[in-house]
RNA sequence: GGACCCAUAGCUCAACUGGAUAGAGUACUUGACUUCGAAUCAAGGGGUUGGGGGUUCGAAUCCUCCUGGGUCCGCCA
């Protein structure tokens, strides 16, 4: 299926020729032979680096080996012509078969190709968004969403079998702030005066959740204690809110398939758990850690803590799991949630992380080492920040002048795809720079109506055709031939949609979905130039208006150009248009 | 003081995880719609990849030291 994985078989099969006939000395490592697109074209469709990779181990000239190598490859059926270039690179051209029976392929397989079985169905939990539930999601938390949605879609697509899950930090203080301050509003809700003082959440958003709890329990909770009330208001309010945001989720396209709450690893001695089988490693002691240098804290007085030894896995210093009162530190809970995933049999475990909590990646990984005795693969990836502009200009926000940028402000105003696409066009290591104006009122700047525009272009070829009496049939297209797509624009595209496969496979090993976007971007543009073509070249119009076997190939190679597209923009979570409006 | 992320065309960003002459968009200049949707296309100039050194056939990419920016640094989560 992928057409650079097969020239790279016949590239080793004529290398292992070579050690059977001495060329080559034997048990020489062919893990670093790839078979590329070159950056130039006019270099060829694929190039090897066989030769000067092996030059070194082999001992012999590059170019000499590129020669002998070429002279083999010439015997391929696929391959037309190979040449020697530069230091030893071998330019191979593919034949033009090659690239129809890729359009055959492609309506073959419909939206099964690209997938591969990189992934050999391992489990992979990936965890994303995770913000503490006490109000709706901002900015931020749209671009750890989206890119940790596209990337779970990415690996699944990539034959691996994935968990996309979401950790509720419902066991800290800040979820007994969230009760004090639901309580405010449910005070209000009786036509109390109240103050919010620091401490509490003043936003808007708990307003109605005041009045639902004064739905729900009446007076009850006026003038009692806080012991009486606390634990009640505060499973109510984290349940709001954790509806609310499962709502902005939602609004974005996004669904979690597993809600993991630290709450329920307090109590079932889920901790303790996690932290003894660390002791069991000797990774836990007493020690007393020293003061932070160059950085001021006043009132820093040496105490003995419990540690994990977090050094002896990669850590800059141990990191303390209990405060000086002997109270879980937030890290105890974060080791025990891993564990747990640990425990639950995944294979690869992937964590998304603001770029703010950059600074937990070590203890995090070093944790996750203890745990797994480094059997389960670890990535945690960061998302750096989003800024926000209006026009240009740097858009503030603030809580308390009401400028503040929720994800469903920003979904609400430029929808859900656009979002997705812009702020996957951007590598995640990257920031951001969000102009919510801009994307919606020069949509040229947008590149997701570029790729949409091309998706919209190809339904209205399907939709002229039909008027001219020219049905597509899927059945039938299957069986076309595409001997006479051959133009060079043409073979541009089946070339483009045949790099498809390897893309993907490139993309999950990294873990890098944004290479998605802009592969649909060069393929978009592809597509836009044969176009246009068209006007200066009737021939290469995708209808013919006197020859309708014509234009149903035509219709056919453009009809895999939708299957990509299609498939691609649906990693992304973004739909494909059939019209423009 | 330390850790992590980053620095590429005027601007916003890519670059196949080490490959050939570093590419797109935008902006600027010019051209293409009686024709499949011009939200498109074609052409042009634009670079010491922040700086120095190193590793090798080969470096934007790996190592090292600087410079500049961001995030963070026990008893908050």
Not at 144 to 171: C, H, M, P, Q, W
Not at 520 to 544: P, T, V
Not at 566 to 576: A, C, K, M, R, T
């Amino acid at each position: 299926m992928d057409l650079f994985y097969t020239v790279r078989q016949h590239v080793l099969n004529e290398l292992e020729g070579m050690v059977a006939a001495g060329e080559l000395p034997s048990g020489l490592d062919m893990t670093s032979v790839a078979v590329e697109p070159p950056r130039d074209p006019l270099h060829g469709d694929m190039a090897t680096n066989a030769a000067m990779v092996l030059s070194k181990s082999a001992k012999k000239n590059p170019r000499e080996i590129a020669e002998t190598l070429a002279n083999r490859l010439s015997n391929v059926d696929i391959i037309e012509n190979s040449q020697v270039a530069g230091p030893g690179f071998l330019n191979l051209r593919i034949s033009i078969k090659a690239w129809q029976l890729i359009l055959n392929t492609i309506l073959e397989l419909g939206s099964a190709y690209g997938r591969t079985g990189l992934g050999k169905n391992l489990r992979v939990n990936v965890e994303f968004v995770s913000a503490n539930p006490t109000g709706p999601l901002h900015v931020g938390h749209t671009r750890g969403a989206v890119f940790g949605d596209a990337l779970s879609e990415l690996l699944s697509f990539a034959g691996f079998k994935v968990t996309r899950e979401y950790y509720i930090n419902d066991g800290g203080s800040q979820v007994d702030t969230l009760a004090r301050s639901v309580y405010l509003r449910y005070l209000e809700a009786h036509g109390q005066d109240v103050a919010f003082e620091d401490g509490t959440y003043p936003g808007d958003y708990l307003i109605p959740v005041g009045q639902s709890l004064k739905e729900k329990v009446g007076s009850d909770y006026i003038d009692k204690p806080e012991h009486y009330w606390l634990e009640d208001v505060r499973k109510f309010s984290t349940d709001a809110m954790m509806k609310l945001i499962k709502d902005d989720l939602a609004a974005l396209g996004v669904k979690m398939d597993t809600f993991f709450s630290e709450k329920s690893l307090y109590g079932g001695g889920k901790i303790e758990e996690a932290i003894e089988s660390l002791k069991s490693k000797n990774l836990i002691y007493e020690g007393i850690l020293d003061s932070p240098k160059g950085k001021k804290v006043e009132d820093w007085e040496p105490r003995v803590q419990t540690l994990f030894k977090s050094t002896s896995h990669g850590d800059d210093v141990d990191r303390p799991i209990k405060k000086s009162d002997g109270a879980w530190t937030y890290f105890a809970p974060d080791i025990a949630y891993h564990f747990d995933k640990v425990e639950r049999n995944f294979d690869q475990l992937i964590d998304i992380f603001g770029a703010d909590h950059g600074g937990y990646v070590k203890r995090m990984k070093a944790a996750v080492s203890a745990l797994s005795d480094d059997k389960v693969k670890f990535d945690i990836k960061l998302t750096q920040l989003v800024k926000l502009f209006k026009r240009g200009e740097p858009f503030k926000m603030s809580k308390r002048a009401g400028t503040f940028v929720t994800l469903r402000d920003l979904v609400d105003q430029v929808g859900s795809d656009v979002t997705r696409f812009v702020m996957l066009t951007r590598k995640n290591d990257a920031p951001l720079d969000f102009d919510f104006e801009k994307v919606l009122e020069q949509s040229k700047d947008n590149p997701v109506y570029y790729v949409q525009y091309a998706s919209a272009r190809i339904h209205s070829v399907f939709r002229k055709a039909k008027q001219a009496g020219i049905h597509f049939d899927e059945e039938q297209a299957r069986s076309e031939t595409f001997s006479k797509i051959t133009h060079e624009a043409e073979i541009k595209i089946a070339r483009k949609l045949a790099e498809w496969p390897r893309l993907v496979e490139i993309s999950a090993k990294t873990h890098e979905p944004h290479r998605i976007a802009f592969y649909l971007y060069e393929l978009a543009s592809d597509f836009h130039s044969l176009w246009n073509k068209g006007n200066e070249n009737d021939a290469l119009r995708f209808i013919q208006e006197k020859d309708h076997n014509a234009t149903y190939t035509k219709m056919a190679m453009i009809s895999a150009v939708l299957v990509v597209i299609s498939s691609g923009l649906g990693i992304l979570g973004v739909e494909p248009a059939t019209h423009m409006n």
